[in-house]
């Protein structure tokens, strides 16, 4: 582990570690950890996503989005 | 031929027939205009994210097929016709076939509500790369006898460094001028 200033820690990309490839807009068990709870995306720089598969991902949200499998705006805040 | 995938939501008000119709109607229409459907996943009735048109659950269908392009203004107009199309979505399918495996994951996670936690799926395999470090063969020429390598343990010296000694805080004297002071005793 590389330590910036002795804080930060480097963050691996999960999709790389795991060797996944396509992420899938119908999995929302996958896409959940990837958004805030308000239902935002969350940042590569907070999820340590690389930038390929920070990509694919808001792809594959913003497509399960239109489908209902996940909401644009979280429930609590409607 | 390119490979897509449609994703259909059908109103789940009306009864299993029709509903069932409504699916193979088109995996018919991909058929009749040559496509080939390599995949064919019936995810059932699940909650919708936010309401369309005053549903709270919708019947998932999705459909993995290799066809002409030709075949996607008929698919949309099928679905913007008929009135149990509650939502659709057809994509450039990129992705790898789904194995049956994971198609019965996603029915299993979908029919109930959140099941027994699963595995994650993205816990990580732990693919210890050993760098196994086997010296090479021991160099017999050199007569010097070599010290054995103290290497030092590569464990995070995560000690924290003795802080200077801070400055002693002046103990903020609780006065709160904006308050009416009831405990006016020390302004005697």
Do not use: W
């Not at chain 1, 999960?14 to 950890?33: A, V």
């Amino acid at each position: 582990m590389r330590e910036y200033g002795g804080r930060k820690r480097k963050k691996v990309c999960r999709f790389c570690e795991n060797k996944i490839n396509y992420i899938d807009f119908k999995d929302d068990r996958i896409l959940r950890r990837f958004v805030t709870d308000r239902g935002k995306i969350v940042p590569r720089r907070i999820s340590g996503n690389c930038a390929k598969h920070q990509r694919k991902l808001t792809t594959a949200i913003k497509r399960a989005r239109h489908i209902a499998i996940m909401a644009f705006e979280s429930e609590s805040f409607r | 031929m390119r490979r897509y995938e449609t994703t259909f939501i059908v109103n789940p008000q009306a009864d299993d027939a029709a509903i069932d119709q409504q699916v193979t109607a088109v995996a018919d229409l991909i058929k009749n205009d040559g496509g080939q459907i390599l995949n064919e996943r019936r995810i059932g009735t699940r909650r919708l994210a936010y309401q369309i048109a005053g549903l709270v659950q919708g019947f998932y269908a999705s459909f993995i097929f290799d066809a002409e392009s030709t075949v996607l203004p008929k698919l949309e107009r099928h679905y913007k016709l008929e009135e149990p199309y509650v939502r659709y979505l057809t994509i450039r399918f990129d992705g790898p076939l789904p194995s049956t495996e994971e198609e019965t994951n996603l029915i299993a996670t979908d029919e109930k509500t959140k099941p027994v936690e699963k595995p994650d799926t993205d816990a990580p395999a732990e693919t210890a790369k050993t760098e196994a470090k086997s010296d090479p063969e021991p160099v017999a020429d050199k007569p010097v006898t070599e010290e054995p390598v103290t290497e030092a343990p590569a464990t995070e010296k995560l000690t924290p460094e003795p802080e200077a000694p801070k400055a002693p805080e002046p103990q903020a004297e609780p006065v709160k001028p904006s308050e009416p002071s009831d405990s006016a005793d020390e302004e005697l």
